[in-house]
């Protein structure tokens, strides 16, 4: 029973590993941004996706965070800001309420502090996108050197990276 075991085991074995299977290793592909969207091989892929790929390079995943920490925020106040506006304006039409009031100014202030928040996310995801791609262009190189050693304390081989 033991030896069918490992002749079964061992058939197992040699089956998948002749099946080349690669366990999700796929090589690295050039990320492309055009107007905000992200490219690989001319598929887009989703912003929610993006962590994933940005994973292997720390620091532009650092970026991308950053950019998307900026997105969130500024859009959430240009939102606000907006709203309040809006409602602002509705109660000054449609009732007798004098219509400038604080809402007004804190609406527009809001708005005001969008719009550097909001300038910044765009260049920070075209850095975080070019440090990738630098990477992956870094990464492919094998540049090493062996050398062979013989001093008065022995000999020896080393390996420089």
Known sequence: MKKLLLAF?????FT????GLTLGKEPSKEIKLEKGRFYIDGTQIPS???KKVFASNIHSLNLYKKAKTKETLGGALLGLGATVCVIDL??????GVE???ALTYAGLGAVAISIPI???RAKKMEEAVKTYNDGL?????????????????????????
């Open 137 to 161: 262009k870094d990464s492919g190189s094998t540049d090493f050197d062996l050398n062979a050693l013989a001093n008065q304390n022995g000999i020896g081989i080393q390996i420089k990276f």
């Open 99 to 101: 219509y400038p009031t």
């Open 118 to 120: 909001l300038s910044g």
């Open 16 to 19: 998948a590993f002749s099946q």
């Open 90 to 95: 509705a109660v000054g039409l449609f009732s």
């Open 9 to 13: 085991t061992l058939f197992i074995g």
């Open 48 to 50: 929610y996706q993006m």
